[in-house]
């Protein structure tokens, strides 16, 4: 492990979400000075339930729609490296509620980038777009080229926010580079409206799983433990002039669809007895979705280290000890 982050003082927005807590744990591990954004205390989050992460960061409870605590963040700890990941990130909340979505994920990225901007100092921010911010396009995989078009809710908010950190890096000089990974998932995910961990607790609890569409949409699955390293990675290639500014796409490069997923996790738990109830009734959701992860591998000399099912294994014991506690 090299001594890159030791002592580097770096803000994590949406610490304890998933990607967040993950995150967090791995720059304690490597002696980073982590501060972190945290809107709701979530007890049972995995930042908030590991008491040597709370032992070395410093929390600040506050909302991303707020430019002066951000302002006073990247003032008072002296912020060197930003990694942007506060958002609304769940579909159908997204679609009953747009305009809260649009300000968590838009004025939020804005408040990151503007507060930067103002206060000086930040050597690198990583923004967390997404898959989803390319739309629904008809030629797959997606590339860092193909075209931001997002239709619906959060489409529209990851495609707005993406665009403004690249006029902040085009129009002065921030240096930003943009991730769009696909759906994360793994231990510490406590949005049971996601098909990963509502199936793993359905199928714990003996009960079959929901899916709210017809079974057949696609999607490109990456896990946690891999966002943690392709987004350390990317941080500290950022001294380098041509990956500044840049966007990537960090990817295993599958299509996988829902009904396989499920399927998949009924097998490795055993209990592919457990029929799912398909519903069909999914509405404002992208049908085939899955990146190209090229620009990263070439660029960045980047790989992925979990297969989809190393990944899954390690995100059903996770569940295991989680819901025995």
């Not at 000075?33 to 908030?48: A, C, E, I, Q």
């Not at 590339?143 to 129009?171: F, M, R, W």
Request: glycine share 6%; hydrophobic share 40%.
């Amino acid at each position: 492990m090299s001594n890159f982050w030791k002592d580097r003082a770096v803000l994590v927005t949406g610490c304890s979400g998933l990607l967040g807590s993950w995150l967090v744990s791995a720059l304690i591990d490597r002696k980073a000075k982590v501060v972190g954004l945290v809107r709701d205390w979530v007890p049972f989050s995995k930042l908030f339930a590991n008491e040597h992460n709370l032992h070395h960061i410093n929390l600040v409870l506050g909302q991303i729609e707020d430019i002066e605590i951000l302002e006073r963040i990247l003032s008072d700890y002296e912020i060197d490296t930003v990694f942007h990941l506060a958002a609304q990130t769940i579909v159908g909340i997204a679609n009953k509620n747009p305009v809260s979505t649009f300000q968590t994920n838009i004025q939020g990225t804005w408040n990151v980038l503007e507060s930067s901007r103002r206060i000086g100092g930040v050597s690198r921010i990583i923004i967390a777009s997404s898959d989803k911010a390319y739309g629904d396009q008809e030629i797959l995989p997606y590339n860092e080229d193909t075209p931001l078009q997002g239709t619906h809710p959060y489409d529209v908010s990851k495609s707005c926010a993406d665009l403004i950190s690249t006029t902040y890096y085009e129009s002065y000089n921030l240096p930003i580079c943009i991730t769009r990974c696909g759906n994360f998932y793994g231990g510490g995910d406590l949005n049971f409206n996601r098909i990963i961990p509502d199936t793993i607790r359905s199928t714990l609890r003996g009960k079959p799983i929901t899916i709210r569409s017809d079974g057949s949409y696609i999607r490109d699955y990456f896990y946690v433990k891999d966002g943690v390293l392709a987004y350390l990675h990317l941080a500290e290639q950022m001294d380098r002039e041509e990956i500044r500014g840049e966007a990537f796409n960090f990817s295993n490069e599958l299509q996988v669809t829902v009904l396989e997923i499920v399927k998949k996790i009924l097998y490795l738990m055993d209990r592919e007895n457990l029929s799912p109830i398909i519903l069909g009734e999914a509405k404002n959701e992208i049908k085939h979705q899955y990146l190209s992860a090229r620009k990263a591998k070439t660029l960045l000399n980047w790989q992925p280290s979990f297969s989809l099912e190393m990944g899954l294994i390690e995100t059903i014991a996770w569940y295991r000890d989680f819901f025995n506690m």
